[in-house]
């Protein structure tokens, strides 16, 4: 069973635009998030987590949305450039703090 | 470069073979992670490591497949009479192995080809 979903696997934004790549669960003991970004032929490296005792973490051009009672995360990056052209994993960090990832988001922003 | 690093990158070898990988986490971190990733999915948990210690193994780790981190510092993955289903991507992720402290650092990975 997928306990984290994204369920689209692919974006399209023109650059300055806003990206939105959201983020679904259905595991209620969640309590943390952490957004990572995949370049081809790297790992995936930490962009921003949020825990569930917020509603919104910010960093820089990027912003991660938690609703809780939707089980629902979003993340925003504006303005979008296109060094941001990356796939874009949601995670969950459960027992031992392993993470459970969802599919992954393919981001493209065009100039 | 501190980071987190894997060897090899790439492996091709033919159904039936032994392969092994190592990773090597950033020194200070206690906590030594594997992951496997298929094409057009997110990474999946396969087993991990607080210092030498396996305290974890998914049910994706089948008894084909073993993992040491001997003195707690490198880990070796091992998979025997490997098939062409294992074809994927092995990542290795360290940590700090707080209890606060969710992130991990990812090795660039080990792209397994079984023919």
């Known amino acids: 069973d997928q306990q984290v979903k994204q369920n689209s696997p692919s974006l399209s934004v023109q650059e300055g635009r806003i990206s939105i790549l959201n983020c679904d669960y259905t595991?209620?003991?969640?309590?943390?998030f952490l957004w990572y970004k995949k370049y081809p032929a790297e790992g995936p490296t930490f962009l921003i987590s949020?825990?569930?005792?917020?509603d919104k973490n910010e960093d820089g051009r990027f912003t991660v949305f938690l609703n809780k009672s939707a089980k629902h995360l979003s993340l925003h990056i504006v303005p979008s450039q296109p060094g941001d052209s990356a796939v874009y994993f949601c995670?969950?960090?459960?027992?031992?703090?392993?993470?459970?990832f969802g599919g992954g988001t393919r981001v493209l922003v065009k100039p | 470069d501190t980071g987190v690093s894997q060897d090899p990158r790439h492996k091709i070898t033919k159904r039936g073979q032994n392969v092994t990988f190592r990773c090597d986490p950033i020194?200070?971190?206690?906590?030594l992670y594997w992951y496997r990733q298929t094409l057009g999915q997110g990474p999946e948990f396969l087993t991990y490591?607080?210092?030498?210690?396996?305290?974890?193994k998914s049910r994706l780790l089948s008894d084909r497949f073993s993992a040491e981190r001997p003195k707690g510092s490198f880990s070796t993955l091992e998979i025997q009479r490997t098939e062409q289903g294992d074809s994927a991507m092995y990542l290795c992720?360290?940590?700090?192995?707080?209890?606060?402290?969710?992130?991990?650092?990812f090795g660039p990975g080990t792209r397994l080809t079984v023919t």
């Open positions: 595991n209620s003991m969640f309590d943390y």
């Open positions: 992720a360290s940590s700090l192995g707080r209890r606060s402290s969710y992130e991990q650092y």
């Open positions: 020194s200070e971190h206690n906590r």
């Open positions: 949020i825990s569930s005792i917020k």
């Open positions: 995670a969950a960090p459960s027992a031992g703090n392993k993470l459970t």
């Open positions: 490591f607080q210092n030498e210690a396996q305290l974890e």
